[in-house]
């Protein structure tokens, strides 16, 4: 599978809309690892989900944006919301918010950032900058295809998966079995 | 720069996908200024038409016939004490409203008004639509968690899981929509091969489709383009938290639910977006099931005096309005305390003769045509709204649900089957 | 400035894969240790994203299989929370020690 590569002008927005939406993103990220109340972590989470869906609009995949919005966004972080409210004790947040061995696991993502960094940096040449742009107004239908032809195995076995993890929710959150 | 803005008029597409900022800012003001006044028109036909349901007679006094009624509203309410709870968290508590107003005037960006008369036509603009209304339970969820006060949070909970129930009933009525998209032939059974048969989710698209294959999709597959359509307009009313699903707000329930603690300019926020929600999800059935911006017959009555015939009728309707209105004048007490509601009666249907007239003109006959017949079918589905709260007692909260999963949930799945194998064998 | 290429978007999401990392290894609130998985998922999502638009569409389709299945994970691990906390009445980490001696 060779890339395919053209020459073409970028729009002068996108440049400041990946940044803005980038941007976005890790701050947001910085603020659902570091606040003290799980609520505001939530909703800058639901922030950097938006931002996120953005992002995949730049990368000329409107369906996974649209999938985001509607599941995580809208479904995933009310199931999270949700559950914040019922476990929401308020000693919980007068207590120390990160625990003993923080260094340390701050020096183990570090290190992994460095990583990354040789990764990238040692594999710059893999990826071109000037790239064809795709077809989007068939995104859905050439996913779909995909999805119901190739990909018919993995498709039903997450289906099947999500019926195992309703039951197992449900069980697992009943008072009574 | 005079170029860029002329050069999108002679374009048939949404300035979304034209490129063109200017254009899409300048429609996208025009909408929200549309949804605002259409919000404060709903808002004094909602008390005036529930006073005539219940024999009497509703705000007579502000305007003539109440039509000021709104605006004093509007005024009261942003003067009023804006009151937040002692320990409410003040972010979450400040931006709840806002969460519930973006996320449903977002909304609006691909309500296809016209072929080329939205602000944008996105590739999965029926997604796009039930993704971002969805987004208005998280708003809802954090109004009543940040009030700190039990009547609010159990309202927003209640609300909540009333939400996201009908939402699942709705996806799967839109989704035997899509599918029927997708299909070829005309008429109500597919007969013959009409068409390309390509699914699209565009919300133009779908339009499109329905006029190519020459019928509604109310009426497609009859009755299951039907079954689908009824499942979406009780599920849009539950997910709307109308009556006869609004036990969550129900003031004789629970103090008003998930807005109870809030005041002034934030609850106007709350029914800001709580009606401008419903105009939207109005305009998803219009879109999916009611054909658009079509005007009646558009294939079976065709020819240039039926489309004469038909652009006539906005032209008509105001004048008809404006008719009712100078009736009003006649029937008002000849007492000179009432000078200055007759004399405002009287201007006020000047007005709408006169737009009438201007409706006629043939310039203008022509463009208005799309937008009307859609805001017409809308405004149809508002006062069908406005029936359901006069008419039907309110729902139990464990009925709601049962009706919601029970009942709306498998009807929708046998419906969408029913239109696949159909779909295929026709 | 460079034209916005496909490692500006990778180094977006290694930057919020380390971001969740660090949210998972440092923090004690239970709920927030799960919203940091969240975030690495989504990182995880954007390198496949990124790299679909030069390899065709397998990126995408995977990506949705992931929106799923951290769905699926998410209501599971939730209930194991709620389960957890009507025994112990704590979301601190640190507490779920049952099995120790």
Known sequence: ?177 | MLNYITSYLSSDTTPGQAGNVFWAFVYIMVVFGGVSVAVMAMNWLERKALAHFQIRLGPMRVGPHGLLQPIADAIKLLTKEDIVPDKADKFVFWIAPLIILCASFTVYIVVPFGPTHAITDLNIGILFMLGVSSLSVLGVVMAGWASNSHYPLIGALRSSAQMVSYEVAMGMAVVSAVLMTSLHGLGPYGVGAGTSGTGTLSMIGIVQAQQEQHVWFLFKFFPLGFIAFGIFAIAMVAETNRAPFDLPEAESELTAGFHTEYSGLRWSLFMLGEYAAMIAVSSIAVTLWLGGWFRPFPNTLTGPTWDLVFSLFPGLSFLALAVIAFVGVARMPKHPYFRVQTIGLAGFGAVLGLIGLILFAPPVRDRIQDIFWFVAKVAGFMYLYIWYRATFPRYRFDQLMKVGWKVLLPIGIGVLILTAILGVLL | MAPIGTLHYLVTAAALFILGVIGVLTRRNVVIILMSIELILNAVNLNLVAFSRLWGLHGQVFAIFVITDAAAEAAVGLGILIAFFRNKETVNVDEVDLLKW
Do not use: C, D
């Open chain 1, 1 to 177: 599978m060779q890339p395919i590569v053209q020459p073409g002008m970028q729009p002068v927005a996108t440049t400041f809309f990946f940044y803005f939406l980038s941007g976005l993103t890790l701050l947001s990220g910085v603020f659902v690892v570091t606040r003290k109340n799980p609520v505001h972590s939530a909703l800058a989470l639901i922030l950097g989900l938006l931002a996120q869906a953005g992002l995949y609009l730049m990368l000329y995949a409107p369906f996974v944006a649209g999938v985001q919005i509607i599941l995580y966004a809208g479904g995933i972080m009310v199931l999270f919301l949700f559950v914040i409210m019922l476990v929401n004790i308020e000693r919980s947040q007068k207590e120390e918010q990160f625990n003993k061995q923080w260094l340390v696991g701050f020096l183990a993502a570090v290190a992994l950032g460095a990583l990354f960094v040789l990764v990238y940096v040692k594999g710059k040449t893999l990826f071109p900058y000037r790239i064809a742009q795709p077809i989007e107004n068939s995104n859905t239908q050439q996913i779909g295809v995909m999805l119901y032809g190739q990909y018919m195995f993995a498709f039903e076995i997450a289906s099947l998966l999500l019926l195992v993890a309703i039951i197992g929710a449900v069980v697992m959150a009943k008072k009574r079995i």
